[in-house]
């Protein structure tokens, strides 16, 4: 069965500092890869996929991934945060079946301190 | 261009009813996806419709139940609500080119969700 973990359910940094979020995943075939970012109240907003086209794949908002088969890791990371970037991020996965049935990981909540 | 709207935006509702949370995809997506999001998890997997049909279903009862109508929208039903039904809800809707059985890994775009709350 296909699962998604994400290291740390928080992580704070500072305004202008490195941004990484943890993503592992388990999958018995090629996945679908996602991230998605939620902000308070609202919906998932689609930050970035993997879809074997490129290891390294650019997202919205200065977001990348980088999707790692040896490791079955896709984290995300952003050069610098702002504090606009303050949110909850999830990793999900979703597999080659008939279906687009996606499993989200617990999700990262991400503070940025000014 | 709208996105993904889903109707109400919060709800409150006592525990036995039975409540109905609806859902207009972005034009021209013909699959719609309920999920469930309990506060503090990530989102959960409920039903997935494809041209009016049930194409996925993940581990929930069958208090749950769902359909799709003609202009591709969604509604999603919950009988008996129990407290522990309360989350957000959440309706995404994806441009799938329906070939052969369908296929996986369609970006799905998400709505703003219903919140329920059962009391």
């Known amino acids: 069965a296909q699962s998604v973990t994400q290291l740390g359910s928080h992580v704070s940094v500072s305004e202008g500092a490195l941004v990484l979020l943890r993503c592992n995943y388990s999958?018995?075939?090629?996945?679908?890869l996602f991230w998605y970012v939620q902000y308070p109240n609202q919906g998932l907003q689609l930050l970035l996929k993997?879809?074997?086209?490129?290891?390294l794949v650019k997202g919205i908002n200065g977001f990348e991934a980088e999707f790692k088969k040896s490791e079955t890791s896709f984290h995300l990371t952003k050069p610098s945060a702002h504090m606009s970037d303050a949110a909850e991020y999830f990793c999900?996965?979703?597999?080659?079946?008939?279906?687009?049935?996606?499993?989200f990981g617990p999700g990262t909540s991400l503070s940025v301190i000014p | 261009d709208a996105g993904v709207t889903q109707s109400p935006t919060h709800l409150i509702k006592t525990r036995g009813q039975h409540v109905t949370l609806r859902c207009s995809p972005i034009s021209g997506h013909k699959s719609v996806s309920w999920y469930q999001q309990v506060l503090g998890q990530g989102p959960q997997f409920i039903f997935q419709?494809?041209?009016?049909?049930?194409?996925g279903r993940g581990n929930f009862p069958d208090r749950f139940s769902a359909r799709q109508f003609p202009n591709y929208s969604s509604e999603l039903n919950v009988n008996a609500l129990l407290l522990g039904d309360s989350a957000l809800y959440l309706c995404?809707?994806?441009?799938?080119?329906?070939?052969?059985?369908?296929?996986?890994?369609?970006?799905?775009?998400f709505g703003p969700g219903t919140r329920l709350t059962v009391l």
């Open positions: 993997y879809t074997s086209a490129a290891t």
């Open positions: 419709y494809y041209e009016k049909e049930e194409r």
């Open positions: 999958s018995s075939v090629p996945p679908y």
């Open positions: 999900a996965v979703s597999q080659g079946t008939s279906y687009d049935k996606v499993i």
């Open positions: 995404a809707s994806s441009f799938d080119p329906g070939q052969g059985g369908g296929t996986s890994g369609n970006t799905q775009y």
